[in-house]
């Protein structure tokens, strides 16, 4: 064959090898064709970029960082004054007016409440999406999101970054390998917070301070004072804004549990916490999921599977075998998997699995190796057309029906006055047998005071509200102040 090549026929060929990108690199496709070809690189704007926004963007940084967009312009200065060429804004929506044309990908890392109607907003306009954890606030967001990647063919990414990383890979082969047998009973636990819980409701207002549009923050949630309790940061602890330990940190505790054992729905939860206050999430919480039954794997089955929750300082108790004095914490938390083989114990994150045994397993690979950053993967597929592309280790498909299960545990710890076992129907997105005539109160304030030396409490309650009601808001809120999500496609 001979070595030379027309340079029609290399233009040609270098076409048919660029047709599985959407961002085709300027080196493949040249002018020479008739074709302006996009740049190789991602426009790509930040949503919430004073906390971990930030820290995704210096990922990113590779590609052009052409817009920020925070409520707090304080907050986020030192981002600002890093990115000089990028515009800014306090609106998302203003950002999207103006950049929209020009925008390639959105990273979300604002508060809680707001990441379903940003991401939503940025993928019916076709943009991809990179989204922090949890991927959303409330259950029905997370479905929504789901069915809205998969309409506008996006790439997308939940910033639960353990998932592209070498325990969870490991993890996942041993139990697929039949290493640890049937596992039937899961626990985790993480030891935050470490941020503020279990606080009433301040009753001081603070001045907003100018370089802040509270206004933007509250955005679909209901409209509260100002107070420095809430931001920066704090808001992870208030049910308005955040939802709390198990919110933030099970996306990273439990990704190689739903992962592993190809969870989906749950069927029963029960929740169970310290004092539950109207506002804020308690200082520390267990819930317990039942899954049903899988369909077993070709070396392992999967029968029906309880895993437990637990944060705020608790922790399961130590299996039999693990040695004195090993700390299970590892990075933050961990998870112990019961098999009826062998017992295996990772970190957060999915880090350092290990087996109480002392077996080290030599276990075919089966997942995807993911080289670069969690970030820059997700950059790798939004380069790739959807016919093309390799999903990225948390793309919404999975990480909304695994968000899902996270913030319905939220619900279960809400809902922990009925005193009953929930059960949860998650193809329709509701509670099957909570009573229609049920109720429910939360505590305003503790009342808490000592009297010659005699420590009381004087609680002031929230009236009773329908159970089922109050379960369906939470399910599925009701947007305030003029915002709406798009409609579930």
């Given at each position: ?405 996270v913030v319905m545990g939220v619900l279960a710890v809400r809902l922990q006055a009925l005193n009953q076992e929930l059960h949860w129907d998650g193809e329709n997105m509701k509670f099957t047998n909570i009573p229609s005539d049920a109720t429910v109160r939360t505590i305003i304030e503790d009342g808490f005071k000592i009297t010659d030396g005699h420590p009381t409490f004087d609680k002031t309650w929230t009236e009773p509200v329908n159970a089922i009601a109050y379960a369906e808001e939470m399910i599925k809120h009701t947007y305030q102040n ?8």
């Open positions: 064959m001979s070595s030379k090549i027309s340079r029609r026929k290399f233009l040609e060929t270098g076409a048919i090898a660029a047709a599985g990108l959407t961002v085709v690199p300027s080196s493949v496709l040249g002018k020479s064709m008739g074709y302006k070809a996009p740049s190789d690189k991602l426009n790509i704007v930040g949503v919430g970029v004073g906390g971990m926004g930030n820290a995704n963007l210096n990922q990113l940084q590779s590609e052009n960082i052409i817009g920020l967009c925070d409520v707090d312009w304080k907050y986020s200065k030192r981002v600002f004054d890093k990115y000089p060429n990028a515009k800014k804004y306090y609106d998302y929506r203003k950002m999207y007016d103006e950049l929209g044309k020009s925008i390639d990908g959105v990273v979300v890392a604002t508060a809680d409440h707001t990441h379903a109607i940003i991401a939503a907003d940025a993928m019916t306009m076709g943009k991809h999406v990179y989204v922090q954890k949890p991927l959303t606030h409330s259950v029905y967001e997370s479905r929504l999101l789901t069915k809205l990647a998969a309409k506008h063919k996006v790439a997308t990414s939940m910033g639960n970054q353990g998932s592209s990383g070498p325990g969870v890979r490991q993890v996942i082969d041993w139990i697929r390998d039949g290493q640890i047998g049937e596992v039937t009973k899961v626990e985790a636990f993480t030891d935050r917070p470490i941020w503020p819980q279990g606080l009433m409701t301040p009753k001081q207002a603070h001045k907003v301070p100018s370089t802040l549009n509270w206004d933007l923050f509250i955005g679909p949630a209901n409209k509260r004072p100002f107070n420095e309790i809430y931001h920066p940061w704090n808001w992870r602890g208030w049910w308005d804004f955040g939802t709390g330990a198990l919110g933030d940190m099970a996306c990273h505790i439990l990704h190689p549990v739903f992962k592993g054992l190809n969870l989906g729905y749950p069927t029963k939860v029960q929740g169970s916490s310290t004092m539950l206050l109207t506002d804020c999430a308690p200082n520390a919480q267990m819930v317990k999921y039942v899954f049903p039954q899988r369909d077993n794997l070709p070396k392992v089955a999967m029968p029906e599977v309880e895993v437990t929750w637990y944060d705020g300082g608790l922790t399961p108790m130590r299996p039999e075998g693990v040695p004195a004095g090993k700390n299970l914490n590892d990075q933050g938390g961990g998870v112990i998997f019961y098999g009826t083989k062998d017992i295996l114990i990772c970190g957060c994150y999915g880090v350092n699995p290990w087996l109480v045994s002392g077996r080290k397993p030599n276990s075919p690979k089966t997942q995807r190796e993911v080289t670069l950053s969690h970030e820059m993967d997700w950059v790798r597929a939004c380069k790739e057309s959807p016919e093309n592309r390799v999903e990225t280790a948390s793309p919404f498909s999975e990480a909304g029906p695994f968000n899902e299960m003029g915002w709406k999500l798009p409609d579930m496609p």
